[in-house]
């Protein structure tokens, strides 16, 4: 990995006609200002269906694709779906805000119309699409197609026979929900050869992108209704356990997850074959993949299941680095990220040595008024070139958001490490980014509401909550020819610029973006 600057950006979170950003031409816009802006990397969410409280990290699967990103512009284009239908839908009521619960009324149906019209079953790209997929798509439509017959509800409240996957049950829903089947299956051929599309023209352009796996599957969902095996279930495959973390500074209760835990004894008599499956699957999807919650595979949090918080969990051992080894024998050395965050023990830390990983500094936790001296390993002088610098996560804060909540203790800590009692509030996220661009991070990657200087009002997730998270949207002003100059010069400056450029273009740009001396000014504070 070079040094080089990225971008966190959800899918959901594009420029957008119709309710949530999706492969349609903004996305494409989005390469284009990127590449200008010298950023090499786009960092995503992870791509599933999402389920309650909408969170990407809680999918009915973690191979399919969610629908919703299907972008309804080339369903148009191709003649399966028109303009005034999607305009009828009335998605876009606010171009900041995601609805959910108005794409899952309105969007599903437009959907269903394009399937209807598409002849799917006579495509050979579909055909061939199901051959090379069969071996998670089947199990997963066909969930999806029962869900439906139960209203939505939860697998684990099915009848006997199907929860529980008996022979019979299995046929008799094949054949009664035939066309229900066939329709998610022509949902996920829509969504891989868009995004097929869509990366293979990013990596055209010289950006990649980098993907999110979550450690944990969720309990509804066709992986673990379709492999019991693989998980902490009983007989009836009722959970023993559930997955969470226990109380820290984003919940003093903890965090109560709920996801199945995994039979790690089993995984390891299998050679990890399921997680071979499924790491290969994401480096099909994705340039680099990060692994979200990596502790959990040296440690992970064990909640008694039917707890109402987490705080009576415990820790349990997890495969170590037996997995990545296997990894690696099996599918050669890949680009990995290991989301080493929380509660950081000596052995994590050895497990990411171990690994060779990169692992992910978050400039947020670094000025904490508990710690004392600068030993932090979140304070960028302490940073080491085999990392990933982040001013924050999703789970953050944005950084404006950060500065206004920490204490005023704090504050001066951050602008006594800055060398910067000066410069006003409204523009000292400029002044943190810079900060740790000029770190030895190899890879430097800010979320696209702390480039915008946005406060908490654009936060994407604050964890432990639901109902209002992974909502909010870019509109297209917001990639201004000004902070994509900005974005290029500051890449530029701290030798992340990923691209040769023509000389009359730099010039151009300079002239634009440069004026009075900046690099003096608080550190890259007013740039």
């Known amino acids: 990995m070079e040094r080089a600057a990225g971008i966190l950006l959800s899918i959901s979170s594009l420029p957008s006609k119709y309710g949530i950003g999706c492969f349609s031409k903004a996305a494409y816009d989005l390469i284009d200002w990127m590449k200008k802006a010298g950023q090499s990397y786009w960092q995503i969410l992870p791509l599933g269906p999402t389920s309650y409280g909408d969170s990407p990290y809680q999918s009915f699967s973690t191979y399919a694709g969610n629908p919703y990103f299907i972008s309804l512009e080339a369903l148009i284009e191709e003649g399966l779906l028109t303009e005034e ?12 805000d995601v609805d959910y619960e108005r794409l899952y009324k309105e969007r599903y149906p437009l959907l269903k119309k394009a399937y209807e019209r598409s002849r799917i079953s006579e495509d050979p790209g579909y055909q061939q699409f199901m051959a090379e997929n069969s071996w998670w798509l089947s199990d997963y439509a066909l969930f999806m197609a029962v869900k439906e017959r139960f209203g939505g509800a939860p697998w684990t409240e099915w009848a ?6 008996w022979n019979n049950a299995l046929d008799y829903y094949r054949r009664e929900a035939y066309f229900e089947i066939e329709f998610q299956q022509y949902m996920q051929y829509t969504f891989y050869k868009q995004w097929k599309a869509l990366k293979a023209y990013a990596n055209s352009q010289g950006v990649k992108i980098i993907g999110d796996i979550p450690i944990y599957v969720a309990m509804d969902s066709a992986d673990t209704w379709a492999h019991p095996e693989l998980f902490q279930l009983d007989g009836d495959n009722v959970p023993l356990a559930v997955a969470g973390c226990p109380p820290d500074g984003f919940s003093a209760i903890g965090q109560l997850w709920g996801n199945p835990l995994y ?4 995984h390891e008599h299998t050679g990890y074959d399921w997680w071979m499956k499924r790491l290969d699957y994401c480096f099909r999807l994705y340039d680099v993949v990060r692994i979200d919650h990596f502790r959990g595979f040296d ?9 109402e918080t987490a705080i009576g969990g415990h820790w349990e051992k997890g495969p170590g680095i037996k997995l990545f080894r296997r990894m690696e024998e099996r599918l050669g050395k890949r680009e990995v990220i290991a989301e080493d965050l929380g509660y950081v023990t000596d052995t994590v830390r050895q497990l990411v040595r171990d690994s060779g990983f990169p692992g992910m500094k978050v400039l947020e936790f670094a000025f904490d008024s508990r710690d004392s001296g600068c030993a932090s390993d979140y304070l960028p002088h302490n940073y080491v070139e085999n990392a990933v610098a982040y001013t924050g996560t999703h789970d953050n804060e944005t950084i404006v958001g950060w ?12 602008r006594d490490y800055l060398c910067d009692q000066y410069t006003p509030k409204k523009y000292l996220y400029k002044s943190f980014i810079s900060l740790i661009m000029r770190s030895r991070a190899k890879l430097c990657v800010i979320p696209m509401q702390d480039y915008l200087g946005l406060d908490d009002g654009s936060r994407m997730n604050q964890p432990s909550t639901v109902g209002k998270n992974w909502r909010w949207r870019l509109e297209a002003k917001d990639l201004s020819d000004e902070l994509q100059a900005e974005l290029r010069q500051t890449a530029r400056r701290y030798g992340r610029l990923a691209w040769q450029w023509d000389d ?9 973006s440069d004026g009075p001396e900046q690099e003096g000014a608080a550190d890259g504070a007013v740039e």
């Open 504 to 512: 009359a273009l730099d010039q151009e740009k300079e002239a634009v």
């Open 263 to 266: 039979r790690w004894e089993h």
């Open 160 to 165: 006997e026979d199907i929860r529980l996957r």
């Open 299 to 307: 440690e992970y949090y064990s909640i008694p299941y039917k707890a």
């Open 85 to 96: 239908e999607c305009a009828a839908a009335d998605l876009d009521i606010d171009p900041r």
């Open 403 to 414: 500065f206004d909540s920490i204490s005023k203790e704090e504050r001066q800590m951050a």
